[in-house]
């Protein structure tokens, strides 16, 4: 059976799975000012951290209705059916849009939408557990049954430099209690329940490191497991070599760097692991 996956650019899959998978990605719109960019198509990574540490400030709007309905139409001449998994709906209208864009589509072709309660590598963690099931074989209700039953098993965490971003972007949910009591404190946020919420308050960048690791040992040996950065690719290492050992056959974690859609909510200096648990 020819299944296809689809994820949005908030997934921040690094292209080597992309490419190994053929998976198709969804890209979020990103602005700034009245000028409007494609995420990681028309503007990358490090273009944008450049433009936002020169003081602009950048937003972003979810991919079109039509845009979905065109890219369904697209895969359901060659595939038999499609998962399509996207950015956690409370935090982003991108679920919806793609939700209503099937419904748009006239096809023998069953499209299956899941709203992922994740964002950057929890996305990537569940496109990993749809095209793992693909490879084995499933059919699309199987695949699509394995990857909700995997959702409460993602976990991820992010340590931020600041929350002005994320502040700015309306998307603090219950991380908004940190505000006003952090004063020389580095965020740790938890993605839960599709929302973002404090996790801990470390007092330096290198506690907050540690607390990375340290939260990531605690739920023992891993599925798979992701690092992401949005720009100092240094700091992972040592993060990567902690983590190896829970993995399966002490494997180097995943590396992924947060593009342009997720950085403009993380911002620079931003640090995230992505974990499915057992």
């Given amino acids: 059976m020819n299944i296809k996956i689809v994820v949005d650019s908030i997934s921040d899959m690094p292209s080597e799975l992309i490419n190994k998978y053929g998976i198709n990605v969804m890209p979020l719109i990103v602005r700034f000012g009245e000028d409007e960019y494609k995420d990681g198509v028309e503007l990358k990574a490090d273009d944008f951290y450049k433009r936002v540490a020169s003081g602009e400030w950048p937003a972003t709007s979810v991919p079109a209705i039509g845009e979905f309905a065109e890219l369904y139409k697209g895969l359901s001449n060659e595939a038999d059916g499609i998962i399509s998994i996207h950015v956690s709906s409370k935090l982003s209208g991108t679920y919806n849009s793609a939700v209503q864009g099937a419904a748009h589509v006239q096809s023998d072709s ?3 939408v899941v709203d992922s309660k994740q964002a950057s590598m929890g996305i990537g963690m569940l496109a990993l557990v749809a ?21 409460p098993k993602v976990q991820c965490f992010a340590l931020l430099d600041t929350l002005e971003y994320l502040q700015r972007g309306g998307r603090l949910g219950k991380g908004a209690a940190l505000i006003g009591g952090l004063l020389n404190f580095k965020p740790i946020l938890r993605l839960s329940d599709g929302e973002v919420h404090p996790f801990a308050r470390p007092r330096s960048r290198r506690k907050g490191i540690n607390k990375l690791v340290e939260t990531a040992m605690e739920f023992g040996n891993l599925q798979e497991a992701a690092v992401m950065y949005s720009t100092d690719s240094a700091e992972t290492s040592g993060i990567i070599e902690s983590l190896s050992s829970l993995t399966p056959d ?10 342009p859609g997720l950085g403009t909510h993380a911002g620079p200096g931003a640090l995230g692991i992505a974990l499915l648990t057992n």
Avoid: C, F, H, Q
């Fill in 110 to 112: 069953s499209i299956k």
């Fill in 131 to 151: 095209a793992k099931a693909i490879e084995n074989g499933d059919d699309l209700e199987t695949v699509y049954s394995k990857v909700n039953s995997a959702i």
């Fill in 250 to 259: 002490n494997t180097d974690p995943l590396l992924a760097r947060m593009g």
